[in-house]
């Protein structure tokens, strides 16, 4: 299914992608950024930056950013099944991977590998994760939530 414009399990694809690479960033090379930016920030515009404080900048920023893009992947997860009407396996797979990749570093580590095997999937077979789990099932695991008769 192609609600949003991803596939059905695009939502949870993207957050994933974006939890991991916002973790990435944050426990990767910080010491040596902040040293070289520093040093730029001093020798070419006159600024005298630490590298310590430009560090705890940086991560407070991404961390905020993660809980960020955690939210949005939330409020897309929703958004998908009410668009769709029905709640399907891969929505409750996008919702999961959503709360995973909220926290983290273990969060991002899963975030990333479930990335990079849907990516994969998709590669290989056209259909990501959620789509193949959708067909295994065979239907939406409750149909058409707006009707309450």
Known sequence: MDYLGYGSSGIDLLVSGAQFTVGAIKN???????????????NNL???VRPGDLRRGTKQFLGNASKKVAVIGGVLA?????????????H????????????????WI???????????TMGITGKSIGDHLDSAVGGPLVDNIYDWD
């Not at 899963?110 to 994969?120: C, E, M, N």
């Open 78 to 90: 929703v958004g998908d099944v009410l668009i769709d009407g029905n709640i399907r396996a891969s």
């Open 92 to 107: 409750l797979l996008n919702m999961g991977m959503v709360v995973v990749t909220a926290i983290p570093v273990a969060g």
């Open 28 to 42: 990767s090379g910080q010491h040596k950024a902040a040293y070289e930016t520093s040093k730029f920030l001093k």
């Open 46 to 48: 006159n600024i005298k």
């Open 110 to 120: 899963i975030g990333g590998a479930y990335f990079v095997g849907d990516l994969a």
